[in-house]
T-cell receptor, first 114, second 112 residues
């Protein structure tokens, strides 16, 4: 499983767009990039997943350059309720038996300020 | 569609005791994994079950064991509790072939 590096913490004002970048220099050909969000005393919640280029859903966008050695989670117009820890995970997830081992780092603690 | 439910939500045990934590998978999911999350850290993979058999294990000693039942619910058992076992224990379920997991809210275990 590829190791990931992301900032420990970030602050943002309400209404701003937040971009959290994750480095994964050793990403393998079959690896997907997945982001989870976690609030205190709750389990992580799946946000978005991608393999290359850009993926967008109702809560976020994920930008992946051609070399796939990094990725950026973009949260449009954050609110106070977006204050959470965001984890970037890289792996060949879900392709067969034994493939669900999610490897979490320490994540990025996002604080949204009024 | 129900999510992943875990019980109990909080638990206090004494060092040396044994504990059983329970998890009901999301409807339709056939794979369950358990994670330990210490304060300020990301979740650490303990093990995964698929078709009632252990299907992968992280760096945890044998005193951490589990079961998966035919209805895909699961148990995590920890014997000879140590103070360092104090953590949030998370259960996650998945459908084999899908690429995301659904987590429960966890059980907060405190060992004193």
């Amino acid at each position: 499983l590829a190791k990931t590096t992301q900032p420990i913490s970030m602050d943002s004002y309400e209404g701003q767009e937040v971009n959290i970048t994750c480095s994964h220099n050793n990403i393998a050909t079959n690896d997907y990039i997945t982001w989870y969000q976690q609030f205190p005393s709750q389990g992580p919640r799946f946000i978005i997943q991608g393999y290359k280029t850009k993926v967008t859903n109702e809560v976020a966008s994920l930008f992946i350059p051609a070399d796939r050695k990094s990725s950026t989670l973009s949260l449009p117009r954050v609110s106070l309720s977006d204050t959470a820890v965001y984890y970037c995970l890289v792996g060949d997830i879900g392709t067969g038996a034994g493939s669900y081992q999610l490897t979490f780092g320490k994540g990025t603690k996002l604080s949204v300020i009024p | 569609e129900t999510g992943v439910t875990q019980s109990p939500t909080h638990l206090i045990k004494t060092r040396g005791q044994q504990v059983t934590l329970r998890c009901s998978s999301q409807s339709g999911h056939n794979t369950v994994s358990w994670y330990q999350q210490a304060l300020g850290q990301g979740p650490q993979f303990i093990f995964q079950y698929y078709r009632e058999e252990e299907n992968g294990r992280g760096n945890f000693p044998p005193r951490f064991s589990g079961l998966q039942f035919p209805n895909y619910s699961s148990e995590l058992n920890v014997n000879a509790l140590e103070l360092d076992d104090s953590a949030l224990y998370l259960c996650a379920s998945s459908l084999m072939g899908d690429r995301s997991s659904t987590f429960g809210s966890g059980t907060r275990l405190t060992v004193v």
